[in-house]
């Protein structure tokens, strides 16, 4: 501690700044003095400045419901995480975390379908955030989040409610949008769809793309308040998953010859103008990968029902079995796929569970208002 005490100030802040995440938080015990340094505001506006870091798969075993684990892709390590509430996870963004405290979102008269909660799971710090009745009516929901500054952000939540038994549009699909800033939710826009969305959606950008169906996406944009329709790349595609890497929508789906492919959303300013597309849907996908063979058959055959797990942020995706005792790891920038090693016994059910987290120490949900 006597070589930290004779260099300026400054310098530690620049280095201490840029190391893991896990090493700020272990030199906390080095004095009383380094900890309230590490926790004071010139620290955090500091480590503010760093660019994103790798995101970590966060896994919530039901057999330690206090405790997650966090894979760190950059330190190829697990580390157990002390979870200052018990939560389903629905959605993730730049250090925060928003979910439903159990009993599942949707569970009747439980307090859970009345509120969800948005936590920081490094500092522990969580607020309440309470939901509009109207909500109670959905049959499926799916969450979004968007963190704006230190301690600001913004939910978004969809849900298709039942129209009609006959019309060939049966579910109405509504979206509401919470800002921590008002402290208030609106009714955003609605769009007629003919089969109700499922749980599988991500947050790109400003952005809230949801399944619809066998054959489409519906995409939510903030900033306009209105909803569009996304066709999927091929019609052959089952199991789709959708990631956001870096700001672009990337799904991945099961083709009718059980291989797992990988598609990117890009908008049509971008592509050649001799390809055109319908005028509701100005944007275009391109396959960037396929799962090598051998790996697919690994992910899929051993399970009967062929399903697979993907969850994934930034330029990592992860992806499990049903009898599958590790986790695939794919990145996006080299192309590579790996398998890693698993703190759980059962990795399928606690990846369903799973949420990829970019770990912040300076991000924070706020206070609740009333």
Known sequence: ????????????????????????????????????????????????????????????????????????????????????????????????????PKPHLGSGSSRSSKELHVCNLVTRSWVRVPQPREMSRFFFLVVGMVS?????????????????????????LSAWVFESRSWKWTKGG?????????????????????????????????????????????????SVKLVDRLGRLVLVARTNQDEISIWELHQEQHRSREKSLPSDDPSFWIELDRMPRCLSDELLLKSPSRRFACVGSGDVAYFSGTKCASILAYTFSTRSWRWTSCCSSNPHYDMLRGICLEPRLEISPGSSKK
């Open 148 to 172: 704006t500054g230190r301690s600001g952000f913004t939910i978004v939540v969809a849900g298709s409610d039942l129209v009609s038994h006959h019309a060939s549009a049966n579910f109405k």
């Open 1 to 100: 501690m006597v070589i930290w005490e004779e260099l300026p100030r400054d310098l530690v802040s620049s280095v201490v700044s840029w190391l893991p995440i896990t090493d700020i938080l272990r030199s906390r015990t080095i004095s009383k003095q380094f900890h309230a340094w590490i926790s004071s505001i010139s620290f955090l506006d500091e480590i503010a400045r760093v660019p994103t870091r790798s995101s970590w798969l966060v896994l919530f075993p039901s057999s330690t419901p206090s405790i997650a684990s966090a894979y760190d892709p950059s330190l190829d390590s697990w580390l157990s995480l002390p979870v200052p509430l018990q939560i389903q996870p629905l959605a993730s963004s730049r250090g925060l975390i928003c979910g439903a």
């Open 190 to 238: 609605t769009v007629l769809i003919d089969a109700a969305i499922s749980t599988s959606k991500a947050m790109s950008g400003s952005t809230l793309f949801v399944v619809s169906g066998n054959r489409e996406l519906a995409a939510y944009d903030l900033g306009r308040g209105s909803w569009r329709r996304v066709d999927l790349p091929a019609k052959e595609l089952t």
